[in-house]
DNA sequence: ACCTGAACACCGTTCAAGT
DNA sequence: ACCTGAACACCGTTCAAGT
């Protein structure tokens, strides 16, 4: 048998292929299009098959979060640092709602209803990279003397919170989707200039 | 028959009964919990009479989220005005993400995937009476020199949008519950000086 | 007009059985 | 270890039929 792609009964790696599969269904058929039996049927297995992986469905949901947080954390921190502070923060302001309007019903499913403790671990630390970014640039700029003092993570977590708020409305059509690009520049601006320190 | 509750088969106001039931689960229950099916049995018709008053569950869906709407509205105009616009901006913050945080599931279906066209009208009507008492707010402190300039539909939209993404992040366990009050006071305050008029 | 009961095509979950 | 196939209790939706 020449060929390399060895299988036990159907997959190599039946975990990772359901995940794939599962992500495309969500961003084409939103979450209510996510069943573990529609799942197994496209990759060709018995719909009992994902259980030896996902214990249940939660379980699924749980790993496509962690998933989702990875992803956003490598944008953020693919996103280029700009010359000031200022700018770098409008960059990865535009990336945050990006990713959140790309990809609306990932995000919704990352900050669903409080996800199952077992899953608490992967998630917490998924979750810590994904606000890493943020919180360096904080970091960086209250040392520039650009940003006022305060715990880094609470100033990147009260400014990711507008950004999240702003994916929010333009997901559920609150905000046009024409305008977000304007609301999002106007609402960091007013961030900035709120951090900035007073004299 | 001195009985005043004359019923035709089972229910006076079929329609009114399953919208506040379905409330009632969605807060006991979540989203997941919510079923037309159930909804038929504990309220004790058969599962195919929601549908005279329903066309889908997507409409029951709808009909709950412009209820929301309503609710959030009602409990923001109803939030008193203070001395100042910065004491009447704490206030309605505070009002905000106490009624998110207290009704998480039906704000995540508010804010949920778009709904319906079919719900458009009822929807934009509720959609903007809930923004109509931050846009006011804002657009008197711009009179008294208290706002920067600008559209005051925007600058609420961008306001209450740290708002509602702080309530997201409460809702999934990213901030703790008990930080949530001093991190609300704390992005009030970097809201409020950035939207300070500049000398 | 409003509701019932049966029917259909889907679910998630469990479990003995196969390889 | 990993997957199958049947079984169970649930869904949403539709539709002829009853009052």
Redesign the interface.
């Known amino acids: 048998m020449p060929i390399t792609r060895s299988r036990s009964y159907h997959h190599g790696d039946l975990r990772a292929e359901l995940l794939q599969r599962a992500e495309a269904t969500l961003r084409e058929s939103?979450?209510d299009g996510l069943s573990l039996r529609r799942l197994a049927r496209d990759v060709g297995v018995s719909h009992a098959a994902p259980t030896r992986h996902f214990k249940d469905k939660q379980a699924l949901l749980d790993a496509i979060a962690v998933s989702g947080f990875q992803r956003l954390a490598a944008a953020l921190a693919q996103t280029a640092a700009a010359d000031s502070a200022d700018g770098h923060i409008r960059a990865l302001a535009r990336t945050y709602l990006h990713f959140a309007t790309e990809n609306?019903?990932l995000v919704?499913l990352?900050?669903?209803?409080?996800?199952s403790p077992a899953a608490g671990d992967a998630m917490s630390r998924a979750?810590d990279a994904a606000f890493a970014t943020p919180v360096a640039l904080i970091t960086e700029a209250q040392k520039r003397g650009e940003v006022i003092d305060?715990d880094p993570r609470?100033?990147a977590?009260?400014?990711?919170?507008?950004?999240?708020?702003?994916a929010?409305?333009v997901?559920?059509?609150?905000?046009a989707a024409e305008?977000a690009d304007e609301?999002v520049d106007?609402?960091t601006?007013?961030?900035?200039?709120?951090?900035?320190p007073?004299p």
Chains 1, 2 share one sequence.
């Open positions: 939103g979450v609306s019903a919704a990352m900050f669903a209803r409080r996800h979750v305060g609470r100033i977590l009260s400014a990711v919170a507008a950004l999240q708020g702003l929010t409305f997901g559920s059509g609150v905000i305008t609301l106007e609402t601006t007013h961030m900035i200039e709120g951090l900035r007073r």
